[in-house]
């Protein structure tokens, strides 16, 4: 069974940081994009940042850049989201998502673009 689960979220002061952790099982995906959306409560849900499949560098939305870094480990089949700085604002349940479809050498930023979703890890950050 091809499963992504998510782990690193936690309740975390603002100016803190977590790391995530998005790990997949059943098969390999270093040759696929790789992303973390975000959805807070009453709130549809948001694209944070993706990686393409040819690099480890990432496309980052407006609110996590100079905050937020992704990277990718393909040996362990791994992705990571390292958030610095964390604003309440940054509160809500963070996704991974794989885009199993083919994917070209471009970044990858809308909900529909990815059909391998984790089930989420909530992330609190308090004033």
């Known amino acids: 069974q091809v499963q992504l689960v998510e782990s690193g979220g936690g309740l975390v002061q603002a100016g803190g940081s977590l790391r995530l952790s998005c790990a997949a099982s059943g098969r390999t995906f270093s040759s696929n994009s790789m992303g973390w959306f975000r959805q807070a409560p009453g709130k549809e849900r948001e694209f944070v940042v993706t990686?393409?499949?040819?690099?480890?560098?990432?496309f980052y939305a407006d609110s996590a850049k100079g905050r937020f870094t992704i990277s990718r480990d393909n040996a362990k089949n791994t992705v990571y989201l390292q958030m610095n700085s964390l604003k309440p604002e940054d509160t809500a349940v963070y996704y991974c998502?794989?885009?199993?479809?083919?994917?070209?050498?471009?970044?990858?930023?809308?909900?529909?673009?990815?059909?391998?979703w984790g089930q989420g890890t909530q992330v609190t950050v308090s004033s």
């Open positions: 998502a794989v885009r199993t479809r083919i994917s070209g050498n471009v970044y990858y930023t809308g909900n529909s673009d990815y059909d391998l």
């Open positions: 990686t393409k499949w040819s690099s480890g560098s990432g």
